[in-house]
């Protein structure tokens, strides 16, 4: 079955470093790629995605790649802020038939926090 | 922009009792999923619907039942509730096409407490 491996958290980072969490996957097929963030007490929010190897998700500052030669779909920032704070996962779609819709299967999860 | 809504946002119940979790979703959304977050935990798909038929079904008690109703809103009925069953459950929704956005966009929750 599909299956995804996050790197072990918790994660702290002093504010405008670096980071970098890792995302590993499993997968028949060609799944679309997501990560998620969850600020404490609110829902998932959609950070990114990639629906085909090579494809780069962007937003707010995040990246991640979609590696399929690695299975790998790392996130990365170059200056985190202590507003990005929160739990990320990463996620994986299945794509049947080259329709990309499905149920999610989630990484565990990975706490960041950032101090000023 | 109109979200999913989830209701009720808290529940308290006791072991043995039922519950209704409702999800109402993005307006012209015809694809309902429901996950169950465990403290601490990762989201775990639970079932879902596209156009008012179950879709797929994963890790859902026999004692749960859900369904999509006419309007797309979609309701999860848990019976003889369990201390195990105390968690963040989740709706989303999304409108897959062919090779189109498949982004599923999340409700607040639901926490559910037994006691």
């Known amino acids: 079955g599909n299956s995804v491996t996050q790197m072990e958290g918790p994660v702290t980072l002093s504010e405008e470093a670096f980071l970098t969490i890792n995302c590993t996957y499993t997968?028949?097929?060609?799944?679309?790629l997501f990560w998620y963030v969850q600020y404490p007490g609110e829902g998932l929010q959609l950070l990114l995605k990639?629906?085909?190897?090579?494809d780069k998700g962007s937003n707010k500052g995040f990246e991640a790649t979609y590696r399929k030669e690695t299975t790998s779909f790392h996130l990365e920032k170059g200056s985190v802020q202590v507003s990005d704070s929160a739990v990320y996962f990463c996620a994986l779609s299945a794509n049947a038939g080259g329709t990309s819709y499905g149920k999610l299967t989630f990484g565990q999860g990975t706490i960041l926090t950032v101090h000023p | 922009a109109a979200g999913v809504i989830q209701s009720p946002r808290h529940l308290i119940k006791e072991k043995r009792e039922t519950a209704t979790l409702k999800c109402y979703p993005i307006?012209?959304?015809?694809?309902v999923y429901w996950y169950q977050q465990g403290p601490g935990q990762d989201p775990q798909f639970l079932i879902s619907f596209y156009e008012k038929m179950q879709s797929d079904k994963g890790s859902i008690p026999d004692r749960f039942s859900a369904q999509q109703f006419s309007d797309y809103h979609s309701e999860l009925n848990m019976s003889s509730l369990e201390l195990g069953d105390s968690a963040l459950y989740f709706c989303?929704?999304?409108?897959?096409?062919?090779?189109?956005?498949?982004?599923?966009?999340f409700g607040p929750g639901t926490r559910l407490t037994v006691l």
């Open positions: 990639a629906t085909k190897a090579d």
């Open positions: 997968a028949t097929g060609y799944p679309s």
């Open positions: 989303a929704s999304s409108r897959p096409r062919d090779g189109r956005d498949d982004e599923q966009f």
């Open positions: 307006p012209r959304h015809d694809t």
